[in-house]
């Protein structure tokens, strides 16, 4: 005589009633336990726990979420997601994301700001609770404009409005640190090769090298400036103008460590050593910058924290809170790239 094959081995979907029942109580408290909501006795949550184990229950965040009017995502727009400085960054948002129960949805812009009108455009159409915008191009007012309807935190820029809150690191003092550093080493003609002028971070190193040269009775020679766009190939090519232009220069700060990358290869190729000839410092301390030939010096800026505070901060303002979440500051790195004048 065949006998009724117990609950855990019936075929179908593994529901959350199918749970409840094995383990002997509602439905509704089930939920309520998935939903962190419920106050129950050990024993009960026992049970519960060993029905979902042994029936392989996979909670099913959206429909969790939407019992509670949200989706339990966030989005992210980021500028590159294979971008050296970003991807520490969108590590970050993961780790802290996923601890609370929420998951990111990751998009890029390319600092692009109808790509990114778009991004967020897609996002809000996927019902996001909220939205982390890493550095961007979009105005202060389109951000103002989306933050009536869902949260955002965004970084790189100071901004103030209902539904946002700007994280923000501060980028003049690091690049008064990098500036100082080499003039303490006793440089005085000393090339900048700068970021995007439409990026507010870019402007602020630029103006904290500006301000440490006038602090030093430095005279600023523009000449010695030349643009980039945080790119490597664009600190190659402003290191072979800078070099072209036959203006002396024993120091070279480059707005982030990927365009000294691109300095350091121009200067190895034209036969000048690092720092023997030229002393090079970055922008941002990114993962590669110890193993360069030689190590760079850098500014460090944390990105994986960045990254996490700002998914602290989004979650901050979903539970009705005011963040406060506070980025540590610049903090100046001296590796072998530079060196006494």
């Given at each position: 005589m065949k006998t009724k094959r117990a609950d855990s081995n019936k075929s179908g979907p593994v529901t959350l009633a199918r749970v409840a029942k094995l383990a002997g109580v509602s439905p509704?408290?089930?939920?309520?336990?998935?939903?962190?909501?419920?106050?129950?006795?050990?024993?009960?949550?026992?049970?519960?726990?060993?029905?979902?184990?042994?029936?392989?229950?996979?909670?099913?965040?959206?429909?969790?979420?939407?019992?509670?009017?949200?989706?339990?995502?966030?989005?992210?727009?980021?500028?590159?997601?294979?971008?050296?400085?970003y991807g520490p960054a969108l590590r970050g948002i993961e780790?802290?994301?996923?601890?609370?129960?929420?998951?990111?949805?990751?998009?890029?812009?390319?600092?692009?700001?109808?790509?990114?009108?778009?991004?967020?455009?897609?996002?809000?159409?996927?019902?996001?609770?909220?939205?982390?915008?890493?550095?961007?191009?979009?105005?202060d007012q389109a951000l103002k404009a989306t933050a009536k309807h869902l949260p955002i935190v965004v970084t790189g820029r100071a901004i103030k409005g209902p539904g946002l809150f700007a994280l923000n690191f501060d980028n003049y003092t690091g690049g008064l640190l990098a500036t100082e550093h080499l003039v303490a080493l006793g440089h005085r003609r000393i090339a900048f090769i700068t970021g995007d002028a439409a990026h507010p971070d870019a402007n602020e190193r630029f103006r904290g090298y500006t301000d440490a040269l006038?602090?030093?009775?430095?005279?600023?020679?523009?000449?010695?400036?030349?643009?980039?766009?945080?790119?490597?190939?664009?600190?190659?090519?402003?290191?072979?103008?800078?070099?072209?232009?036959?203006?002396?220069?024993?120091?070279?700060?480059?707005?982030?460590?990927?365009?000294?990358?691109?300095?350091?290869?121009?200067?190895?190729?034209?036969?000048?050593?690092?720092?023997?000839?030229?002393?090079?410092?970055?922008?941002?301390?990114?993962?590669?910058?110890?193993?360069?030939?030689?190590p760079l010096s850098t500014i460090h800026q944390p990105a994986y924290e960045l990254g996490r505070l700002t998914a602290s901060s989004i979650l901050q303002m979903l539970a009705g809170n005011k963040p406060t979440s506070v980025m540590p500051g610049p903090e100046l790195i001296v590796r072998d790239s530079t060196a006494k004048a």
């Open positions: 509704s408290t089930v939920s309520r336990i998935l939903n962190g909501t419920a106050v129950v006795s050990e024993e009960k949550r026992k049970s519960i726990d060993e029905a979902i184990a042994k029936l392989g229950f996979i909670p099913n965040p959206v429909a969790r979420g939407l019992a509670g009017g949200r989706t339990l995502s966030i989005g992210v727009v980021t500028q590159a997601i294979d971008s050296p400085f780790d802290e994301l996923d601890s609370a129960g929420y998951s990111p949805l990751f998009v890029s812009a390319h600092w692009d700001p109808v790509s990114e009108a778009r991004c967020i455009d897609v996002l809000r159409s996927r019902r996001v609770d909220g939205l982390i915008v890493l550095n961007g191009s979009l105005s006038k602090k030093a009775g430095i005279a600023f020679d523009p000449q010695l400036v030349m643009p980039g766009d945080y790119q490597v190939i664009t600190g190659q090519q402003a290191t072979e103008k800078l070099l072209s232009s036959r203006r002396k220069f024993t120091a070279l700060f480059a707005a982030n460590d990927q365009m000294a990358y691109g300095a350091a290869l121009c200067l190895h190729r034209k036969g000048l050593r690092i720092p023997q000839d030229v002393s090079l410092i970055g922008f941002d301390d990114l993962s590669h910058s110890l193993y360069a030939a030689p």
